[in-house]
C-alpha cells in the first residue's frame, strides 16, 4: 500500500466514526423500545425485568407436613421506574400448597377474571355450599364471581368465568430449603 492510499484508508476510518456515532444515538431509542434495559444506552444490559424485593419469601419442607398444606404469603415485586426512588413496588399476596405427589407449587391469589383475592378452599362440599361448583379435591376459589381453580391440574378453571389459571411463582428448593423467587412473566393478575 502507497503512502497515499494509507492516508485515505485513515481518513475514511476516521471520518466514519461520527457517522457510526450518530447511527447508534438514533438507533438506541428504537433498540431500548425493543428491549427495555436498565440504563437509557445499555442496550445490551439486563432488560427492566420486574424483581423480588426483600422480604423474599421463604420456607422450610417441614412447614409442609402433608399433602394440602396450604400457607399464605406476601411477594413484593420492585420495578424499575425513573422517579427519584428509582423503583416501585407491588405487594401480591400468595398460596404455597404441598400437593399429593409432594410437589410443592405457588400462585399468585389475585384471580385472573377481575383481580379479586381468591381463597383456598380444602373441602369440596364447602366448595359446593359457598362457591355453587362440587369439585374432586382442595381448589382455589374467588368469592366475587365463583370462579374456581383445580390446583391438582395446574391451577385450571373448572367453573365460573376465569379466563385462566391464575399466574404460578417461581421456586427454587435448595435442600430443605424453598424460596419464592419470581412471578411468571405477564401482568399481575
Ligand atoms: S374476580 Fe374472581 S371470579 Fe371475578
Redesign the pocket.
Known amino acids: 500500500m502507497t503512502d497515499g492510499m494509507k492516508r485515505r484508508t485513515i481518513l475514511k476510518t476516521v471520518a466514519a466514526i461520527p457517522v457510526a456515532g450518530t447511527l447508534f444515538l438514533l438507533a438506541s431509542p428504537f433498540l431500548r423500545y425493543l428491549r427495555p434495559t436498565l440504563k437509557p444506552l445499555d442496550i445490551l444490559g439486563k432488560s427492566d425485568q420486574p424483581l423480588a424485593e426483600e422480604p423474599v419469601p421463604k420456607f422450610k419442607d417441614s412447614d409442609f407436613p402433608d399433602a394440602w398444606t396450604c400457607i399464605p404469603f406476601m411477594f413484593y415485586q420492585k420495578y424499575i421506574e425513573y422517579n427519584p426512588e428509582e423503583k416501585e413496588v407491588r405487594t401480591i399476596p400468595g398460596f404455597i400448597v404441598k400437593l399429593p405427589n409432594n410437589d410443592i407449587v405457588a400462585y399468585s391469589r389475585i ?6 383475592i ?1 381463597n383456598f378452599v380444602k373441602d369440596p362440599n364447602e366448595c359446593a355450599k359457598g362457591y355453587n361448583f362440587k369439585p374432586n379435591g382442595p381448589v382455589f376459589a ?6 374456581v381453580y383445580d390446583i391438582a391440574q395446574g391451577g385450571k378453571v373448572v367453573s ?3 379466563p385462566r389459571p391464575p399466574r404460578k411463582f417461581e421456586i427454587k428448593r435448595d435442600g430443605d430449603n424453598i424460596e419464592i423467587l419470581s412471578l411468571e412473566a405477564g401482568s399481575i393478575a
Open positions: 384471580c385472573p377474571h377481575l383481580g379479586c381468591f374467588c368469592p366475587c364471581h365463583l370462579s365460573g368465568p376465569a
